[in-house]
């Protein structure tokens, strides 16, 4: 899962995307309202294209790839992804209501 901080000035929505392009070399599509707060921040849910439009920053990333299952290997408690995920799969079933 794609996160950083943001730059001075720069606005949550903006900085969700452009973290996730550096992260991932990849777009994320998403509105400004599919997001949840999150401890001292938000979290950001939306879809992308597995189309590569640039190279994830070297040193930042060691492996991008998308996965079925979550992995054991996480730099946050599992139970955080776990409600993470939840929340996210809600707001993506909610928005192809119209919701």
């Known amino acids: ?10 606005d949550p929505f903006e900085g969700a995307k452009r973290e996730f392009l550096e992260e991932t070399g990849r777009k994320l599509q ?17 879809r992308f294209r597995d189309e590569v439009i640039s190279e994830p920053i070297t040193g930042e990333v060691l492996e991008v790839k998308i996965m079925s299952e979550v992995p054991d ?4 408690p599992r ?6 995920i ?7 079933k909610d928005r192809s209501k119209g919701r």
């Open 30 to 46: 998403c509105t400004p309202d599919k997001r949840t707060g999150w401890h001292d921040g938000y979290v950001y849910f939306g």
């Open 86 to 92: 939840a929340m996210g799969k809600k707001i993506l």
């Open 1 to 10: 899962m794609p996160g950083g901080r943001l730059k001075s000035g720069e």
């Open 79 to 84: 139970e955080e992804y776990d409600t993470l």
């Open 73 to 76: 290997d996480l730099a946050f």
